[in-house]
């Protein structure tokens, strides 16, 4: 089952049964009230046992999060398995979440972190801390080993944010600060592809396709920029997309390419 989620429409998901693939809303138990036309929360995780949602365009830093192990139920109450809602007491829209060993979530201006006195999320136990204040676009951001990967909300940085015990806190790094350059164009997506080079891809508005060797255990970091060709009549090749796909242990890059033959606009 996968997820989907949009702040203009109803959350989707996509099923895989009988050799075909079904998209439809999501059949929620008692979804929250704050959602509805075209309000619609803009980031989703799965993290500890339940799927969080967060953001909408009216309550854009609040998060609602399912009964523990029931992942579209949303039933609010006050045992320690029931659905929650909360807001974060920090004005920002909520950009994205990501649940590895903590739960991470990024907002327009700032990052946070969300755990609990206890070990476990609950209703009556939910402890929301910043820990940065760079800002974030509305990507969705890269687990990579014990970090999360995330683009600022210029799309001129790329971010690396992971737990040091020193600062007893998250704090994010910036990748690209030595090669500032190569993200002139702004990036707005991103992809990893493991193995076998450890590489992030990324894309660009003006449809470039960016490079990133990215070694954490070794200290790698080397930016590069790739050329797809040109089309027929001259037109250079626009990379709108890309995607890292697993098969057999080693990752494809999928690239969605947009370019105009001098009749029209292709796409491939």
């Not at 979530?105 to 946070?112: A, H, I, P, R």
């Not at 799309?155 to 040091?164: D, E, H, T």
């Not at 027929?232 to 370019?259: E, H, K, P």
Request: proline share 4%; with cysteine.
């Amino acid at each position: 089952v996968l997820y989907l989620a949009h702040p203009l429409v109803e959350p989707q998901r996509v099923t895989f049964s009988a050799g075909a693939f079904v998209i439809e809303k999501v059949p929620f138990v008692a979804p929250p009230a704050d959602w509805g036309a075209e309000n619609y929360p803009a980031a989703l995780t799965f993290y500890d046992g339940r799927l969080w949602y967060g953001g909408t365009n009216t309550s854009p830093s609040k998060i609602w999060a399912s009964k523990s192990g029931i992942y579209e139920d949303f039933t609010v109450g006050a045992n320690a398995d029931d659905a929650l809602a909360y807001t974060v007491a920090k004005a920002g829209f909520i950009r994205w979440m990501k649940g590895i060993k903590s739960l991470l979530v990024g907002t327009d201006n700032s990052e946070f972190v969300i755990s609990s006195e206890g070990g476990v999320i609950t209703p009556s136990d939910i402890v929301i801390e910043p820990q940065s204040a760079y800002g974030s676009l509305a990507a969705t951001p890269l687990p990579i080993g014990n970090q999360v990967i995330y683009i600022s909300a210029d799309g001129r940085k790329l971010r690396a944010m992971g737990y040091r015990f020193e600062e007893s806190g998250w704090v994010s790094t910036d990748l690209t600060f030595a090669s500032e350059h190569i993200t002139l164009g702004r990036m707005y997506e991103m992809a990893w592809a493991q193995n076998p080079e450890n590489l992030i891809w990324g894309s660009d508005i003006n449809g470039n396709l960016i490079g990133c060797t990215y070694d954490l255990s070794n200290n790698i970091i080397g930016w590069h920029e790739h050329s797809i060709g040109d089309g027929v009549d001259g037109q250079r090749r626009r990379v709108n997309s890309v995607a890292a796909l697993r098969f057999l242990g080693t990752d494809s890059v999928w690239l969605g390419v947009r370019w105009n033959d001098g009749a029209q606009d292709n796409i491939s």
